[in-house]
């Protein structure tokens, strides 16, 4: 068992490298964060007639999502109960039937085994096919369309696990009557550990500057200002959000649409935000305008604003397969998603402007930890920390400018909580106090600096 308190310090705010390297840690991860946290798995407007299915992954494990006649939603390990052959070879369909190409064994959208060649002739009619059917996920839900599945029988409700992060998912995802995602995913493989693009995208405001200084100048418009940290924006700009079991994100206001270099999102957004106030409130109407870069702890990120949502599947301690669809509100018309489906995959599809900006950074960030000794160092997340504080009207934990890592520290905090205790029973046991090493953390912060 990984010693996990060498590795995070969630007061001080800072980790170990080898959390990006380590195969024993990464082993540790499959059991215990992909082995309980919901993860994201599609959008129920992918499969709304019954028997049709898409398949996924969680953590390493692949799944088959289907579509029940009732219009319910199970999730099934997509592995042949015989000898273990991947059952669905297909991406998405409409099936009756998942038939396994090894032996020929046969099980229904309800993952019942109900045929197998020479059942007769071969079994005697006495394999009990009850006992083998396909192996189903614990917990199947979904939040406002977006289906998620739990390994965990003993893990909280979707509701529950999202917490107060749901209460600003809402803002999107709720606000004008529902988001979508228009798919299937674009994929593609990157050579990283799958918590840097994941903390990347729940906290940092701080490389979009440095790291896209070009793509951002190259694209104009009012962020063009942050290329080269020339114009760089501080208090007043945004915040940073960290909640319960780790979700987060760093928001800049009036940001929404500003990285299309079409304005039709933006004149949209700014029609529908009234109906936010009135529905939600103004905090959230102006959460909607503002440009989100976010985290569904472990590993699904999304930008609101720019349209992208993305799952980092892991493959191994230094690969991952990206998933990304395109984040889209129903009420749009069919020609505002065609056409922010292209900005979409202008910016951060596979080949995007800002997405290629990223990728070498992450690699590096991942495989320069090869080495015994570089592993044997810190990484900090110290910025913004002494800022770090309970909000009279925002749930969570807030950080008072984009640029900071209030949400890095909170991934990291309930990282490492989950990688240490045994059951969800020992989660729920800390629910009171999760917020006290953070806190504890900015107090140090601000009497370091007052010294
Ligand atoms: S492995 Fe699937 S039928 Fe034999
Ligand atoms: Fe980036």
Request: hydrophobic share 30%; net charge negative; glycine share 16%.
């Given at each position: 068992m990984v010693n996990i308190n060498e590795l995070v310090d969630v007061a001080g705010a800072v980790q170990s490298k080898r959390v990006f390297w380590d195969q024993e840690v990464y082993e540790q991860e499959l059991e215990r964060v992909f082995g309980r946290c919901w993860l994201f798995l599609t959008h129920e407007s992918q499969i709304p007639q019954p028997g049709d299915f898409v398949t996924a992954y969680m953590g390493e494990d692949k799944v088959i999502v289907v579509r029940q006649r009732d219009g319910s939603i199970k999730v099934f390990?997509?592995?042949?109960?015989?000898?273990?052959?991947?059952?669905c070879h297909a991406d998405s369909g409409n099936a009756k039937a998942f038939t396994c190409?090894?032996?020929?064994?046969s099980f229904g959208?309800?993952?019942?085994?109900v045929a197998l060649p020479?059942?007769?002739?071969?079994?005697y009619n006495r394999l009990?096919?009850?006992?083998?059917g396909l192996r189903e996920v614990a917990k199947v839900d979904s939040y406002r369309g977006f289906v998620f599945g739990c390994f965990?029988?003993?893990?909280?409700t979707l509701a529950e696990y999202l917490g107060e992060m749901g209460w600003y998912l809402d803002t999107w995802m709720d606000g004008t009557g529902g988001a979508e995602l228009i798919g299937p995913p674009m994929k593609s493989i990157l050579r990283?550990?799958?918590k840097v693009p994941s903390e990347n995208f729940i906290?940092?405001?701080?490389h979009v500057g440095w790291t896209h200084a070009a793509a951002i100048k190259v694209l104009g418009?009012?962020?063009?200002?942050?290329a080269g940290n020339a114009e760089i924006p501080f208090e007043d700009a945004g915040m940073q959000i960290t909640s319960r079991h780790g979700h987060g994100f760093g928001v800049i206001w009036d940001?929404?649409?500003?990285?299309?270099?079409?304005?039709a999102y933006r004149e949209y957004a700014s029609a529908k935000a009234p109906e936010v106030a009135e529905k939600l409130g103004d905090w959230r109407a102006k959460f909607y305008m503002g440009h989100w870069n976010a985290g569904i702890f472990p590993n699904c990120s999304y930008l609101y604003g720019t349209n992208t949502f993305k799952v980092w599947n892991p493959r191994g301690p230094n690969e991952i397969e990206v998933w990304t669809w395109t984040l889209v509100e129903k009420a749009m018309s069919p020609e505002l998603k065609r056409e922010i489906v292209k900005q979409a995959i202008h910016t951060?599809?596979?080949?995007g402007t800002l997405e290629s900006d990223d990728g070498e950074n992450m690699e590096t960030c991942t495989w320069s930890n090869r080495g015994p000794q570089t592993r044997k160092g810190l990484m900090n997340a110290?910025?913004?920390?002494?800022?770090?504080t309970e909000h009279p009207d925002l749930p969570g934990i807030v950080g008072?400018?984009?640029?900071?890592e209030t949400s890095y520290r909170g991934f990291y905090r309930f990282w490492a909580e989950l990688m240490q205790v045994e059951s969800w029973e020992a989660v729920r046991a800390n629910d009171a106090t999760w917020k006290e090493p953070l806190i504890r953390g900015a107090a140090n912060a601000k009497k370091e600096r007052a010294a």
């Open positions: 390990l997509n592995s042949c109960t015989h000898r273990g052959n991947q059952v190409s090894y032996h020929g064994w959208m309800d993952g019942e085994l020479l059942e007769q002739s071969a079994y009990d096919k009850s006992q083998w965990d029988p003993q893990a909280p990283c550990n799958w906290g940092d405001g701080y418009g009012p962020l063009a200002g942050l940001g929404v649409g500003l990285l299309h270099d079409d304005p951060f599809g596979t080949a110290q910025m913004g920390q002494l800022n770090d008072k400018s984009f640029i900071g």
